[in-house]
C-alpha cells in the first residue's frame, strides 16, 4: 500500500502559516510527505481541490464548543464531490496575544477567526469588558495582522505557534472557555474510497421527498433495524427554500460493510435523494487499539466459518 503523503503530493490547508489547521495535518504523520499549501479561506482551499490545483484539501469541520464549520459542510453537501478521505482530531487551546509589552488591561480590539473568538465569549466578556470582535480569514491571519500592524489595544486570539512566527506574546493563555475544546478536521479529494480499516465512519446525506410528520423518524429507523451506531446527525436548508432542510449524518461502519451497505440501498430507495460523502478510517484516542482489535477478531472469525465450512458435504 503507498503511504498516505504519495497518494495526495499537495495538500491544501487554511492559511497562513501557524493555523490550528496547519498544526493538525502537521501531526498526521502519514501526510508528511506532501507539499502542504496554504490558502487564504477554506472555501478556497476546496474550489483548489475542485480545479485539480492541488491533490488534496484538509479543513475544519466540527469544534467540540461552536458545532460545525458551515462553509466546510456547505461545500461538500452542495457545491462538489469530494470525498473524504481521513478525519483528525487535534486538542484546540486559544491564547490571547499581543505585540510585546501590551497588558491585558489595553486591549479595547480582539481579531481572531470567527469560530475561534466564539469559543472564547466568557473571557472577552468577563476578562476584556466586552471588547470589539473583529472578524479575520482564520486565527493565524489575526496573528499575523496584529503583529503587522501594531495598533495599540488590539491582541488577537491565535494558537502560540502563530504567536511565534508573527513576533507576538502571550498575555493570557488557554482563554477558551471549555477546557476539552477539540477540533476535528477533514482530507477530502476526488477519486476512491479508502479500503476499510476495521474502525471506520460513513458520512451521508439525506433529501426528504416531502416535509411530513414522521419523515426523520423513518429515516433514522433504518439505522436502528440494523443496529448502526449514528456519531452524528445534524439539518441543513437545502437552499431551496425556507423550511427545506436535509439531513447529515455520520455512522459507524464502511460502505464496504454488508450492513451498511444494505442501509444504505434501503435508504436510497425511500428517500427524495441521498449523497454520500465517504468512508474513511475513524480517528479518536483509541482509534489504532479499536482497528488492532477488529483485525484480529476477524481473523478469528474467518478462521471459524472455514472450520465450519470444511464440514459440508460435496454434492
Given amino acids: 500500500m ?49 480545479a485539480g ?13 461552536e458545532g460545525t464549520v458551515p462553509v466546510t459542510l456547505d461545500h461538500l453537501v452542495f457545491e462538489s464531490e469530494l470525498l473524504i478521505q481521513r478525519e483528525s482530531i487535534l486538542d484546540v487551546h486559544l491564547h490571547l496575544l499581543a505585540p510585546p509589552g501590551t497588558g491585558l488591561e489595553e486591549i479595547r480590539r480582539v481579531v481572531s477567526f470567527p469560530h475561534a473568538s466564539a469559543q472564547c465569549r466568557r473571557f472577552v466578556r468577563d476578562m476584556l469588558g466586552g471588547a470589539e470582535v473583529v ?14 500592524e501594531r495598533a495599540p489595544g488590539t491582541a488577537a486570539i491565535a494558537p502560540m505557534l502563530a504567536g511565534v512566527i508573527y513576533g507576538l506574546e ?5 482563554i477558551e472557555d471549555f477546557a476539552d475544546n477539540q477540533t476535528r478536521f477533514l482530507l477530502v479529494a476526488p477519486g476512491q474510497i479508502p479500503a476499510p480499516s ?13 416535509d411530513r410528520p414522521g419523515s426523520l423518524h423513518e429515516i433514522l429507523s433504518h439505522f436502528s433495524a440494523r443496529s448502526l451506531n449514528l456519531t452524528k446527525i445534524e439539518s441543513r436548508p437545502t437552499k431551496q427554500g425556507l423550511g427545506d432542510y436535509c439531513f447529515v449524518i455520520d455512522l459507524e461502519g464502511h460502505v464496504a460493510d454488508e450492513v451498511v ?25 483509541h482509534a489504532h487499539r479499536l482497528r488492532e482489535e477488529s483485525s484480529s477478531r476477524r481473523q478469528t ?9 470444511d464440514h459440508v458435504r460435496a454434492v
Avoid at 170 to 174: D, K, P, T
Fill in 2 to 50: 503507498r503511504p498516505w503523503g504519495t497518494r495526495w503530493p499537495t495538500i491544501g490547508f487554511l492559511g497562513p502559516r501557524g493555523t490550528f489547521t496547519e498544526e493538525a495535518l502537521s501531526a498526521e504523520p502519514a501526510l508528511a510527505e506532501g507539499e502542504f499549501v496554504p490558502f487564504p479561506t477554506i472555501g478556497e482551499v476546496l474550489a483548489a481541490v475542485d
Fill in 53 to 65: 490545483e492541488v491533490s488534496a484539501g484538509f479543513v475544519p469541520i466540527e469544534n467540540s464548543i
Fill in 135 to 148: 472578524a479575520a480569514n482564520s486565527t493565524a491571519e489575526a496573528a499575523r495582522l496584529v503583529g503587522c
Fill in 170 to 174: 502571550a498575555i493570557a493563555e488557554r
Fill in 198 to 210: 476495521g474502525h471506520d465512519r460513513t458520512s451521508i446525506v439525506c433529501f426528504q421527498q416531502a
Fill in 261 to 285: 451497505g444494505d442501509c444504505l440501498k434501503e435508504l436510497h430507495m425511500a428517500l427524495g435523494g441521498m449523497k454520500f460523502l465517504g468512508s474513511y478510517p475513524a480517528a479518536g484516542d
Fill in 301 to 309: 472469525a474467518e478462521s471459524w466459518l472455514s472450520s465450519v465450512r
